[in-house]
């Protein structure tokens, strides 16, 4: 299934640069004059998306997070594939559940997980979502959730916590997942060492993740419906950064992702490794900062040339009974909230805002996870609505403006504006007063 470009001029000249034959069309609406930041219409199997986008993960209808239908009615056009939870652990990739839920109980016959979700109409069907989905590769999750796990050059090994068996995801085996789930987004299998490790780990780490993208790109079976995007990896380097980009930009993929940042590294660090690979990826085609989700990060990577994002910390933080508001977060647990009658922000038009009052959460966390779940709903919807104010404004040719009032709304005063934002902005042209 191609994604119809209606035939039009205007459609062709933007697709030009953009990968051959892929099922995405960006269209950049606006360019911010003074910073990186721009506002594009990503045509996608399943949809339009507005970018700057921030992509929520979608969960399989539990009282604490947030269902299929609820993130439709949100106005949200791609979310990352189901959150399960599995015995106890949150498994918040739709690829690591495959593997832990049905390729480890069969390691006789592996091929069994992804013929079942065909037959589920794919991911989509599975989690009755008709608009855009985007699938990570599983290996991440994978490694931070089986502790026995090893890195090799075939692909990434585990031991089944079930029955102790020995399985490999490689690149083909996490694309053929992908495949069968039909995600309109597929990431490719990365080799991931932590943001603070240096060395020579690094480097192997980036330069197989460059042979892996080459292994997933001939393993992808649908590159006429579903879109493989690479990561750049190259750790805190500028020169690995460098030469992964000069790597992976020579490959035809619809899409990049910048990986390997958000791991608890320096944000002086984070951003000019995020800068300096915007710098040098192509404008023709989407870019995807990976793990990132406070709003000030948000905005800055905007203003860095960022258009689409994913974190669990909205839904997370609402899990702890934190509402998140223009002017930083509300924690609904602290007794200053038990009489407190105005919703959670008074100006959010979300199905939260709109019925319930701090108190009633207040009173709520105390006894019931629905609590929980009217701050998810609230939180998703805060997100939703900041990058569509960064979009308008970008739109509007008045974005360097809402960074600054977005930054003065968010910090009582200009002392307490984070180093690091201040500097990035102003790398961008954007001076804080
Ligand atoms: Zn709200």
């Given at each position: 299934m191609a994604v119809s470009t209606s035939g039009d001029a205007e459609m062709n000249s933007v697709k030009k640069g953009a990968?051959?034959?892929a099922p995405l069309v960006l269209?950049?609406?606006?360019?911010?004059?003074?910073?990186?930041?721009?506002?594009?219409?990503?045509?996608?199997?399943?949809?339009?998306?507005?970018?700057p986008v921030f992509m929520p993960v979608g969960t399989q209808g539990t009282m604490k997070g947030i269902t299929a239908d609820q993130l439709e009615a949100l106005g949200c056009q791609i979310c990352l594939g189901n959150t399960y939870h599995l015995g106890m652990r949150p498994v918040s990739s739709a690829v690591a559940l495959f593997l832990?839920?049905?390729?480890?109980?069969?390691?006789?016959?592996?091929?069994?997980?992804?013929?079942?979700?065909?037959?589920?109409?794919?991911?989509?069907?599975f989690m009755n979502w008709k608009r855009n989905l985007l699938t990570d590769s599983g290996g991440f999750q994978m490694v931070s959730l089986v502790e026995l796990s090893e890195v090799t050059e075939e692909g990434v090994k585990f031991r089944s916590p079930y029955d102790d068996k020995e399985i490999l995801l490689s690149p083909e085996q996490s694309i053929a997942i992908q495949n069968s789930l039909g995600s309109d987004i597929m990431m490719q299998l990365d080799d991931v060492v932590s943001s603070t490790v240096t060395g020579p780990r690094v480097e192997e780490a980036m330069k197989r993740s460059v042979r892996w993208l080459d292994r997933c790109i001939a393993a992808n079976k649908n590159p006429e419906r579903q879109n493989l995007f690479?990561?750049?990896?190259?750790?805190?380097?500028?020169?690995?950064?460098?030469?992964?980009?000069?790597?992976?930009?020579?490959?035809?993929?619809?899409g990049f992702a910048i990986g390997g940042l958000s791991g608890g590294e320096e944000k002086d660090d984070f951003w000019r490794m995020v800068t300096l690979c915007t710098d040098h990826l192509p404008c023709e085609k989407p870019r995807y900062l990976m793990g990132v989700g406070y709003a000030v990060d948000l905005v800055v990577c905007v203003a860095l040339g960022c258009d689409m994002f994913d974190c669990v910390f909205p839904t997370r933080t609402a899990?702890?009974?934190?509402?998140?508001?223009?002017?930083?977060?509300?924690q609904l647990r602290h007794k200053q909230y038990?009489?407190?009658?105005?919703?959670?922000?008074?100006?959010?038009?979300?199905?939260?805002?709109?019925?319930h009052s701090r108190a009633y959460i207040h009173a709520l966390l105390k006894c019931d996870t629905a609590a929980l779940?009217?701050?998810t709903i609230h939180n998703i919807a805060y997100q939703l609505s900041l990058m569509l104010s960064v979009r308008q404004s970008i739109l509007d040719g008045r974005f360097p403006q809402f960074v600054q009032a977005f930054m003065?709304?968010?910090?009582?005063?200009?002392?307490?504006?984070?180093?690091?934002?201040?500097?990035?902005?102003a790398s961008v042209g954007i001076a804080l007063d």
């Open positions: 990968s051959a034959g269209r950049i609406l606006a360019e911010c004059p003074v910073t990186k930041a721009r506002a594009c219409d990503l045509t996608l199997p399943h949809g339009p998306v507005r970018t832990l839920h049905y390729a480890f109980p069969c390691t006789e016959n592996y091929s069994y997980g992804p013929a079942l979700i065909e037959k589920a109409s794919g991911l989509h069907g690479a990561i750049i990896q190259g750790g805190l380097n500028a020169e690995l950064r460098h030469v992964c980009l000069e790597e992976m930009t020579k490959r035809d993929v619809p899990r702890f009974g934190s509402a998140l508001v223009p002017w930083g977060s509300l038990a009489k407190d009658f105005q919703p959670i922000d008074p100006d959010c038009t979300c199905p939260t805002c709109r019925r779940h009217h701050i003065k709304r968010m910090f009582p005063s200009r002392e307490q504006y984070p180093h690091w934002a201040v500097d990035a902005l």
